[in-house]
């Protein structure tokens, strides 16, 4: 059974930083990628950061230079935002792109979700 879950979110001021991490559990054998999509009401859901076993990252434009992902271990990722905006409010889903065994193909796997509220 694998599972990922987020933990980080909360209400801040614009300006302010928030630092939302997501650790993955189960019987992984490795997991290739991992990232970050978020969800506003209203909004599609935007790609916002991803991460891989080698240490690539990829960053979506509206977080360039504000956001930071980073692999705190082979099952963990963090995602560090700074300089937040209202526009930033949404609700932060991990993911991972992952192999069970050798013998498997890629999977993949979402966590509940994060409340994150920029907003004076």
């Known amino acids: 059974q694998v599972q990922l879950v987020e933990s980080g979110g909360g209400l801040v001021q614009p300006g302010g930083s928030l630092r939302l991490s997501c650790a993955a559990s189960g019987n992984i054998f490795m997991i290739a990628t991992m990232g970050w999509y978020r969800q506003a009401p209203g909004k599609q859901r935007e790609l916002v950061a991803t991460?891989?076993?080698?240490?690539?990252t990829n960053n979506a434009d509206s977080v360039k230079g504000r956001f930071t992902i980073s692999r705190d271990n082979a099952k963990n990722t963090s995602l560090q935002m700074n300089s937040l905006k209202p526009e930033d409010t949404a609700i932060y889903y991990c993911?991972?792109?992952?192999?069970?065994?050798?013998?498997?193909?890629?999977?993949?796997?979402w966590g509940q979700g994060t409340q994150v509220t920029v907003s004076s």
């Open positions: 993911f991972a792109m992952l192999r069970l065994s050798p013998l498997s193909g890629f999977q993949s796997y």
């Open positions: 991460i891989t076993s080698g240490g690539s």
